[in-house]
């Protein structure tokens, strides 16, 4: 994770030489954060400018590898294995001058703990917060937690006192329409302050002078300026007039464009991220169907008929012109737990399924409502309008309504969606992330994601029993089990797991996140 002083001294000597322009890094992407709040949504733009921001106790580096950020090292307690000790890095301040220290941590994880957090799942085990000393966490799990470490990469430190005096010790109900000072206002301990922020339109962020890694990083951006464009012809726009230097979502249309004109490059890696349909098999009627007193979506084969009529190979050629990989499971392949079998899963075959749906009793098709977002992820609008045509040979008429994913997200939130577009990618590497927030009952601490109504209390039991199990053969074997009835009862209809492509100025030094997060601590500005 250190530069070595060599590599330091050669980089402080390029940041001198370079303008006070070359230091300012203009980032675009489709979408904005959605918030401030570090624990109302976990999304992946509003997570990647918290990053900027703030930090929690472990992050993922440039290239996914598990790093020390405000804890310097952790372990599980000799006198207790349902214990993991965190010892925090001392010497640390908050971008308002405030120490930071063992309560802010203790009141940030209970607050993410809370039911407006979109965070509870993965602290979903812990029983208790301890802060035995000023710089010393303890997290107490209900039975041994062999993967706690992993499930704090995200989860971001706030200052306790800042949070008390602001009004914002609640965390923010996103969903239900709420606007709080902590949506709009940031104080972390990150690489960069908050200087402005204009939701959807410019937020500015400049270089944290104080901060504790100013000499283990490059620091060779000075000043962040984030405009979301979610037209992908003026995004790429921008980036080819010089508007802006960095775009986390070229367009796969624009690719080439972008990679044969001096002075931009298109770097491209396989995102850790797969995207899939949703549906509402719970409840017993669907709102949006055409279909009285009855809901299609419960029935088995509707959805394997459903999954079966998307024809993946063709999405990947058409829409996403090659940069795609079809997928058959709603886990990516960094994910412990996926398996080029289970991967390999979904086939296309309109006629099996036509008959799947003559079984059903829905030979003569319905018509159903799909929503969409249109600035989430890459082609989203397009892989829905193509799904359409899919589904249509199956006799499904699909009414497409695609909306920005502020006006999309809630819907799967509040459970007023009964067929859906999702994206998820795994920052843990675990399956566990995946069933806990999409395969659990939707509930208090667990399913805030899982809009599907379905609910099986046996599959709870065996998903809750992960956090807890130290036997890896033997939690991988449970994590199968688990698979296994995901994939029989077709929960979701996977289409494929992303690839990314940043398109940027030349000079800008960096490799592509699998987790689409830019760390611009960690970029060179050559």
């Known amino acids: 994770m250190k530069q070595t002083s060599t590599l330091?001294?050669?980089?402080?000597?390029?940041?001198?030489?370079?303008?006070?322009?070359?230091?300012t890094i203009r980032w675009a992407r489709a979408g904005d954060a959605l918030t401030l709040d570090p624990h109302a949504q976990n999304e992946g733009p509003t997570s990647a400018l918290a990053h900027q921001i703030m930090e929690g106790l472990v992050i993922r580096d440039m290239e996914g590898t598990l790093v020390p950020a405000l804890a310097t090292e952790w372990g599980v307690s000799e006198e207790d294995p349902n214990v993991w000790t965190f010892k925090l890095r001392e010497g640390v301040t908050f971008h308002d001058g405030a120490t930071f220290d063992s309560e802010d941590v203790k009141f940030s994880l209970e607050r993410a703990m809370t039911p407006d957090s979109d965070y509870k799942e993965l602290l979903a085990s812990v029983a208790e917060i301890r802060a035995p000393e000023s710089h010393v966490i303890e997290i107490l799990t209900d039975g041994p937690n062999p993967i706690m470490p992993a499930n704090l990469t995200n989860m971001f430190i706030m200052d306790k006192d800042w949070a008390e005096a602001n009004n914002a010790t609640k965390v923010q109900d996103y969903e239900g329409g709420e606007d709080t000072f902590a949506a709009k206002n940031a104080n972390g301990t990150g690489p960069y302050k908050l200087v402005s922020r204009e939701p959807d339109v410019k937020t500015v962020l400049t270089l944290n002078e104080d901060y504790?890694?100013?000499d283990e990083f490059p620091m060779q951006v000075t000043e962040i300026i984030y405009t979301p464009i979610q037209n992908a012809a003026t995004r790429v726009a921008a980036l080819l007039s010089g508007e802006v230097d960095f775009i986390q979502d070229v367009p796969v249309q624009d690719l080439k464009r972008v990679a044969d004109t001096d002075g931009l490059d298109v770097r491209t890696s396989p995102q850790n991220r797969v995207i899939f349909f949703g549906m509402n098999m719970g409840d017993e009627d669907l709102a949006n169907d055409s279909v009285d007193g009855a809901n299609p979506l419960s029935d088995v084969r509707v959805r394997q008929a459903m999954s079966m009529a998307i024809n993946r190979d063709a999405i990947q050629q058409v829409v996403m012109r090659g940069q795609s990989q079809p997928a058959g499971m709603i886990a990516p392949p960094f994910v412990n737990g996926w398996t080029e079998e289970r991967d390999a899963a979904s086939v296309t075959d309109v006629a099996a399924a036509k008959a799947l749906m003559t079984e059903a009793g829905y030979g003569d098709g319905f018509s159903i409502q799909l929503d969409c977002p249109n600035d989430r992820y890459i082609n989203d609008e397009s892989i829905c309008q193509a799904a359409v045509g899919m589904f249509a040979q199956i006799g499904i008429t699909v009414n497409l309504d695609a909306k920005p994913k502020a006006q999309h997200f809630p819907l799967l939130s509040n459970l007023d969606?009964?067929?859906?577009?999702?994206?998820?990618?795994?920052?843990?590497?675990?399956?566990?992330?995946?069933?806990?927030?999409?395969?659990?009952?939707k509930g208090e601490k667990y399913g805030s994601w899982n809009a599907t109504r379905y609910s099986n209390a046996d599959l709870d039991a065996k998903i809750q029993g992960l956090a807890s199990e130290t036997d890896l053969d033997v939690r991988n074997q449970m994590i199968g089990e688990i698979w296994d009835v995901v994939q029989s009862e077709h929960l979701y209809i996977?289409?494929?797991?992303?690839?990314?492509?940043?398109?940027?100025?030349?000079?800008?030094?960096?490799?592509?996140?699998?987790?689409d997060t830019a760390k611009f601590k960690y970029f060179t500005m050559n």
């Open 417 to 441: 969606t009964d067929f859906y577009m999702l994206g998820w990618g795994v920052p843990t590497f675990d399956s566990e992330y995946v069933f806990n927030f999409l395969a659990h009952t």
């Open 494 to 515: 996977p289409i494929h797991h992303q690839v990314l492509n940043w398109g940027m100025k030349a000079e800008i030094g960096t490799i592509v996140s699998p987790e």
């Open 8 to 23: 330091l001294a050669a980089a402080l000597l390029t940041s001198t030489a370079l303008t006070a322009h070359s230091e």
């Open 212 to 214: 504790w890694g100013k």
